[in-house]
């Protein structure tokens, strides 16, 4: 089980769109729409922004969106704020009850 | 509103065990159909799935962890358990308590730093 693979680093200024990709394998991201999304400010509890791939939780913005080719998933965020500003990590169910999680991917909003 | 929060001592021996208490407020941890879990966060690292315990009972475990550790319910308190033995600086980490459910880890508790050290 070998975690899914991020870019260690994006960035974008405000108003532009970023997208981060989360590539996996055939055994957890190919094969199930299982894929989650998760914001994480220093310090404080990873917050979920998108599940199953493409859904948003309630009270998450709408700028948040999330994708699925292959073996790879993808985090869109649209319309780039200061607030965007965190670590983002992406998670697959990897089948019979296990799950891995992405390196992590740092969003510097310039 | 369902809450987590973990509990244990923020500082264990090398070669000892750590052992760490999820507390679920607002819900039950027998009702069905939800997995909890705990997963950790080494400093610098990203995150790393530890284990997950049915409410059945039925545990499940990262591979590369999974002959140290130990997962446990404890329906009548409404607490989930986690035991690592063999300690090293390596499971230095901020662990999490979370619960999954439709095919998302969606609510996680605060966090709390452990550190391996003599």
């Known amino acids: 089980q070998s975690a899914l693979t991020q870019p260690a680093s994006v960035s974008g200024s405000p108003g532009q769109s970023i997208t981060i990709s989360c590539t996996g394998t055939?055994?957890?991201?190919?094969?199930?729409?299982?894929v989650s999304w998760y914001q994480h400010h220093p310090g404080k509890a990873p917050q979920l922004m998108i599940y199953?791939?493409?859904k948003r939780p309630s009270g998450v913005s709408n700028r948040f969106s999330g994708s699925k080719s292959g073996n790879t998933a993808s985090l869109t965020i649209s319309g780039l704020q200061a607030e965007d500003e965190a670590d983002y990590y992406c998670?697959?169910?990897?089948?019979?009850?296990?799950?891995?999680f992405g390196g992590g991917t740092k969003l510097t909003v310039l | 509103q369902l809450q987590l929060q973990e509990s244990g001592p923020g500082l264990v021996k090398p070669s000892e065990t750590l052992s760490l208490t999820c507390t679920v407020s607002g819900g039950s941890i027998s009702s069905s159909s939800y997995y909890w879990g705990w997963i950790r966060q080494p400093p610098g690292k990203g995150l790393e799935w530890i284990g997950s315990i049915y409410y059945s009972g039925s545990t499940y475990y990262n591979p590369s962890l999974k002959s140290r550790v130990t997962m446990s319910l404890d329906t009548s308190k409404n607490q989930f358990s986690l035991k690592l033995t063999s300690v090293t600086a390596a499971d230095t980490a901020v662990y999490y308590c979370?619960?999954?459910?439709?095919?998302?880890?969606?609510?996680w508790g605060q966090g709390i730093t452990v550190t391996v050290s003599s």
């Open positions: 055939s055994s957890d991201v190919g094969t199930y729409n299982l």
């Open positions: 199953e791939g493409t």
């Open positions: 998670c697959s169910y990897a089948g019979s009850s296990t799950w891995v």
């Open positions: 979370a619960r999954y459910i439709s095919g998302s880890w969606d609510v």
